[in-house]
């Protein structure tokens, strides 16, 4: 199935790709999706372990999926009043969360995430958009959340409490060089943090990244896949191809 929401480097147009790199199904059973975002990977599949864990550090992000979990239908009637109106997105990213419920903090964020250009939360972005049909998804996606584990962790804490020899790690943190879109979640030298921590752990993983030479650098040694996707969000040209890699900790 689809995610329910669009999300700033978003596997949408990867993930056949990415899922092609996953290990046999019956080599783990517990999958770990570390940088969570919209979560196309997880959503690609009706089940990818006997355990799922969804983790992101965003917190309006989690609550989102928190409430979209176990609150479908008090979320779906707080939702009957979005419109697609510029005077509403701003009344909402402008509104203090303080002394707001879960669900209104949730209606709130997927409104902004809906309604803003590329998902960026700040800039209304015009165009056409059928809410009635993602509003009523939102059931559909609370069935398939059901059994996975939400959680809110940095990503080296989470890491460290799953990590067992049965998992495998799907991570897609934040592009080299485009930590800016995420301020005080990542920074520069979180990247070299992170190749530390996967340095050590005794389940699988697999990276996505985008293509540069510092990743190559900084994870020489295991295997790369070259893919690329088309750039379609910053560039006009449909045939300009953005080059994206993906790394995994095994070889079959
Ligand atoms: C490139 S996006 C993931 C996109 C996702 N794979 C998808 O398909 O939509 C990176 C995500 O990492 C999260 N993030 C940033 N810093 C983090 C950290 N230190 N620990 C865990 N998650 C983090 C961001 O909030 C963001 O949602």
């Not at 689809?2 to 046999?24: A, C, H, M, T, V």
Request: hydrophobic share 35%; charged share 30%; aromatic share 14%.
């Amino acid at each position: 199935m689809n995610s329910f929401i669009s999300w700033i480097g978003g596997k949408k147009l990867l993930r056949k790709q990415i899922l092609e790199q996953l290990p046999d199904q019956n080599l783990y059973s517990r999958y770990i999706e570390v940088f969570g975002g919209a979560g196309w990977i997880l959503f690609s599949k009706d089940k990818h372990a006997p355990l799922e864990v969804f983790n992101d550090v965003n917190g309006e992000l989690n609550n989102l999926y928190r409430v979209v979990k176990y609150h479908p239908e008090p979320l779906q009637k707080e939702l009957e009043w979005l419109l697609m109106s510029r005077e509403q997105f701003f009344d909402e990213l402008n509104r203090n969360i303080r002394g707001m419920t879960d669900i209104q903090r949730a209606a709130r964020f997927f409104c902004l995430i809906r309604e803003s250009f590329g998902a960026d939360c700040r800039s209304f972005g015009v165009r056409s958009r059928d809410i009635q049909k993602a509003v009523n998804y939102l059931k559909e996606v609370s069935c398939r959340l059901n059994k996975v584990v939400i959680e809110n962790q940095d990503f080296e804490r989470l890491i460290k409490t799953y990590d067992r020899p049965d998992a495998l790690f799907y991570l897609d943190p934040p592009y080299y060089d485009a930590e800016k879109y995420y301020p005080d979640r990542f920074n520069p030298e979180d990247h070299e943090r992170l190749r530390k921590c996967l340095g050590s752990i005794k389940g699988k993983f697999v990276l996505s990244y985008n293509d540069c030479q510092q990743i190559r650098e900084l994870y020489k040694g295991y295997p790369f896949i070259e893919v690329d996707r088309m750039d379609n969000l910053v560039n006009k040209d449909k045939s300009r191809r953005y080059k994206e890699l993906i790394i995994k900790s095994y070889t079959f």
